[in-house]
């Protein structure tokens, strides 16, 4: 223990002196989380849409009132004509184009049937496919005002219809801030303590202090257990400011145990900081760590359901994601703040993050290699 105590001591003096760390911790964590969940919006809006309008009645321009004040549509063009319709797709400047066929009125009211095409453009998937769902969505509620304006209420009556009552749990709202702000968190964390862990043993070989070290009668594990317990100290401080930060920002407040909230962050960053020095065990400078852990932190983020869910991806996807540790801590912290999630909920995740924390900090203390 006392040396251990030693070592802590050199570490937290490296670390405090060091202005570029002492920025990251500090100031880092808390411009991104509150400029990240802002920026990281769901929905889709300002979707450019142009139409071109054959029959120019005042369905078509009910219609069209109807999609410009939904909010998520922005009129760029209103053509009498598809070709000129599409040269608004070819030139960027419309991204769906409705083409409304002549007699859509008459047709409509006589025979009780039309047909509307749309045209999207498809080189953005997600705005494609959200743009063309929401436009279809406020058709056919157009189409359902028309029905109950022309059918008589005694027929109408007659029709057997089904209500839907629904309600939203967890995220009364469908406010995005409070889904993504959790999965922030989580990563936050992930970077700060995988790159720091990452550099920490790499920056004292190209300083040559590791070989001072290295002439001493220190032990493997207890150089590892220097270089880890700091940073998970600053881990949970990153941690506890983000979550001050989502309170005092976003109003966001755990409905779940704090404890079982710190116990999760914990053990993930053990194995995250284990993983870190694992990394830098194998690397000579620092250019390679950073190289490296940018490489790993790429798959963290895009595969550990930040932004998509583990479901949704394909069958291999879904079993790296196993050895994604950060999807854990991802799934985790929403469940706890959102849900109120108690510790047997997450207990799964705390067990797997245990795993990962002994055997990549096992790995790290096999692999440091020590001359006397």
Known sequence: ?????????????????NKTIRGMI????????????????????????????????????????????????????????FKEAFQQIEQDEADLILEIPAGFEKDLIRGNEQKLFIAINAINGVKASLGGAYLSTIIRNYNDEIRVALIQPSRYNNVPTIEIASANWFNPEMNYHVFMVPGILAILVTMVGGFLSALNIVKEKESGTIEQINVTPIRKHHFIIGKLIPFWILGNLIFTIGLVIAWLIYGIIPQGNLAVLYTCTSVYLLAILGFGLLISTFCDTQQQAMLIMFFFMMIFILMGGLYTTIDSMPAWAKVVSQFNPASYLIEAARMVILKGSRLRDVLPHIIKLSMFAIALNGWAIYNYKKTS
């Not at 223990?1 to 490296?14: A, D, S, Y």
């Not at 969940?37 to 300002?46: C, F, G, I, R, T």
């Not at 309008?53 to 009132?65: A, E, F, P």
């Open 26 to 81: 500090f100031i880092m964590p808390v411009i991104q989380l509150i400029i990240i969940p802002l920026a990281a919006d769901y929905e889709v809006k300002n979707i450019n849409i142009s139409v071109a309008d054959h029959d120019h009645s005042s369905y078509t321009q009910k219609l069209i009132s109807r999609i410009t004040a939904s909010g998520y549509f922005r009129l760029t063009g209103y053509t009498a004509s």
């Open 1 to 17: 223990m006392r040396t251990i105590k030693f070592l802590l001591q050199k570490e937290f003096r490296q670390i405090l002196r």
